[in-house]
Nanobody, 125 residues
């Protein structure tokens, strides 16, 4: 059974940093697709960052501020969020598993097999 457990969310002020972590279990081997999405009420889930088939991707809204990393061959993924803004307030979800072998699109959530329950980030201005 695949499980994704996020941690590290919380409250921060604009300009501060937070680091999210996600432990993924249940995959038979290290997955080539690990990432983070976020969602605010009333909006669709948005791709934030991903390590996808050997390449790293970021949304334009977080590029230069957020850094995604993984723990070697382990299925652990992290999101270092720097220079936080009020508009970064959202529920953040870890995603894992490649829905399409060698798939081209990292940002649709349908590109991933599983996602976690989420961890909330609240940034006050």
């Amino acid at each position: 059974q695949v499980q994704l457990v996020e941690s590290g969310g919380g409250s921060a002020r604009a300009g501060e940093s937070l680091k999210l972590s996600c432990v993924v279990s249940g995959f038979p081997r290290s997955t080539a697709c690990l990432g983070w999405f976020r969602q605010v009420p009333g909006k669709e889930r948005e791709g934030v960052a991903s390590i996808y088939w050997g390449r790293t991707y970021y949304s334009d809204t977080v590029k230069g501020r957020f850094v995604i990393s993984r723990d070697g061959a382990e299925n652990k993924v992290f999101l270092q969020m720097n220079s936080l803004k009020a508009e970064d307030t959202a529920m953040y979800y870890c995603v894992a598993g490649c829905a399409t072998p060698g798939g081209a699109e990292w940002s649709p959530i349908s590109s991933y097999i599983s996602y976690g329950q989420g961890t909330h980030v609240n940034v006050s201005s």
